[in-house]
């Protein structure tokens, strides 16, 4: 696998990353928490170091689910993450509506 340095940090993670929006969030409903752990550690197997999430997928179930199945890489893996959403339940990022500033 190739690898990649991230700006002008200390950190260099595989070309490729594993987007695991779709996992917990979005793409019909949450797959199942086994078969996910399984596919996250078998793209750690095959070099890819790199897993992109946020809180918003889920909400945190997203980053719960990447953070449990890669606790054994500890220190092997770079976890990107996303945050500062409106979590309001009343809140459609879509549509802004029942935003409350």
């Known amino acids: 696998m190739q690898k990649r340095k991230l700006g ?4 260099e993670v595989s070309a490729i ?19 996910m752990t399984a596919l996250l550690r078998a793209a750690v197997e095959r070099g890819v170091t790199f897993f992109d999430t946020a809180e918003v997928y889920g909400p945190y179930a997203n980053e719960e689910l990447v953070g449990e199945a890669l606790a054994p890489f500890r220190g092997q893996v770079v976890i990107a993450t996303k945050f500062g959403f409106d979590l ?14």
């Open 8 to 11: 002008n940090s200390k950190l």
């Open 17 to 35: 990353g594993l987007g695991c929006m779709g996992m917990s969030f979005s793409y019909g409903p949450p797959k199942d928490k086994q078969e």
């Open 88 to 101: 309001n339940p009343n809140f459609d990022p879509r549509g802004m509506k029942g935003r409350q500033d």
